[in-house]
């Protein structure tokens, strides 16, 4: 199909965005109110719901106040950190150059996924003035790259005000290939409290280093069985559930039977597979081994701390909203991806969802991280086709 060229007012927005640094341990209140104000600016009021120390905000407002409840563009405003990495360019520049792509915008969270977010409200006015039938929500959340916490009060809060979407676009970076599937994301971290005692008394000990070691076994046996065992899903890199043990820490030197050890550990589960069943096999192993552990040191055993559970999603090529997003992307086929996003948790209150935005994945979370200016445009073609939208579906 034909395209337009990427609009100065959209790169703009984008650069601006870009060039604030909303890494997730910091506030992202700077890029709220600035969409706020934008959409103020058009009359449109905003929801902002908050965490617990005001830091950091969600942002959700309706552009087609009046109109029936209509179509959700999710985007989240964090970005992961660049410490370390070997960036050829200030990752805050926002500097527009050629690229492996071509002419690109390079910079933290051009392409995961502050891009979208720009292209949505560079084309709000677009949205206000246009033809559909439906509202078009904007939901902008707060640490998503770090466990999706934000959207969690966002949906909460969107039930409270009684706002019911017909459907969802989530605009991670799926080079504007409609996604209807990717693995759930669950992180765990397991402490263990042993005894300890001289390294020539172990009978007298508890080895929490060899104790945790245990249920590390543990989990890699199940990342075997998914691995020999669970029926595939065909279109993942990896047609299978994963499990992986991330951290290990423990000891304070070779002569002292380890009191104390700490491992992290993760489950990416297909859609059609049970994440907390699997976290409920290590719950039980470990509490399995607690009364041998116990008879020596009645205090000793094993700790579970939640670290993130993000659901994995499941869409449908025929469902409505995919259909949309092929219409409005111009692509037939869809895909599945492999990484994390808000989608299962807009699926799972009860909103048919798909994700679909400019850029890849593979420059996400990347030195030089870019995106480019031909994917953009196509993600301003798509805001332009969903103002004009007849019909969801």
């Given at each position: ?19 604030m ?10 890029l ?6 934008h959409l ?17 905000a ?39 150059q050629d ?23 560079a084309?709000?006015?677009?949205i ?22 934000g ?23 799926t ?9 759930g ?14 390294s ?17 076994g543990?989990v890699r ?14 279109g ?7 499990a992986?043990?991330?951290?290990f ?21 297909l ?13 039980d ?39 949309l997003?092929q219409?409005l ?16 948790l807009?699926?799972?209150?009860g909103?048919?969802t ?18 480019t200016?031909a994917q953009?445009?196509?993600?301003e ?10 019909e969801i579906?």
């Amino acid at each position: 199909m034909s395209q337009l060229p990427l609009s100065d007012r959209a790169l703009a927005f984008a650069q601006a965005l870009v060039r604030m640094n909303t890494i997730s341990d910091r506030s992202n209140l700077e890029l709220i109110e600035f969409a706020r104000d934008h959409l103020a600016s058009l009359g449109v009021k905003s929801r902002l719901t908050w965490n617990a120390e005001r830091t950091k905000a969600n942002l959700f407002a309706t552009l087609g106040e009046g109109k029936p409840a209509g179509v959700i563009v999710s985007g989240h405003t964090d970005t992961v950190p660049w410490e370390g990495q070997a960036w050829t360019v200030d990752p805050l520049s926002a500097v527009v150059q050629d690229g492996p792509e071509g002419l690109s915008l390079f910079g933290r969270g051009s392409a995961d996924m502050k891009s979208f977010i720009a292209i949505a409200l560079a084309n709000a006015e677009r949205i206000l003035a246009g033809n559909a039938p439906f509202a078009v929500h904007f939901a902008f959340s707060y640490e998503e790259e770090i466990g999706c916490f934000g959207v969690r009060e966002l949906i909460a809060d969107m039930r409270d005000a009684g706002v019911r979407p017909l459907a969802c676009i989530v605009g991670e970076p799926t080079s504007m290939v409609p996604a209807i599937a990717h693995k759930g994301v669950w992180r765990y971290r397991c402490c263990v409290r042993g005894k300890e005692a001289h390294s020539s008394l172990t009978p007298h000990s508890v080895n929490a280093i060899e104790m945790a070691a245990r249920v590390v076994g543990k989990v890699r046996d199940m990342a075997e069985a998914f691995e020999r065992e669970e029926p595939r899903y065909d279109g993942f890199d990896v047609p299978f559930s994963t499990a992986s043990v991330g951290q290990f820490h423990g000891g304070i030197a070779d002569n002292v039977v380890p009191r104390d050890a700490e491992f992290r550990y993760e489950f990416r589960d297909l859609p059609t597979a049970d994440a907390r069943a699997m976290q409920q096999q290590v719950v039980d192993y470990a509490r399995g081994l607690e009364p041998g552990m116990q008879r020596v040191a009645p205090d000793a055993g094993f700790r579970f701390e939640t670290i993130c559970e993000i659901p994995s999603f499941l869409g449908g090529r025929d469902d409505p909203v995919t259909r949309l997003a092929q219409r409005l992307a111009g692509e037939a086929g869809t895909t599945l991806v492999a990484f994390g996003t808000e989608a299962g948790l807009f699926k799972n209150a009860g909103i048919p969802t798909v994700v679909c935005g400019p850029g890849s994945i593979q420059q996400a979370h990347q030195p030089d991280e870019y995106v480019t200016l031909a994917q953009l445009a196509r993600c301003e073609a798509f805001m332009h086709g969903l103002a004009d939208s007849a019909e969801i579906g």
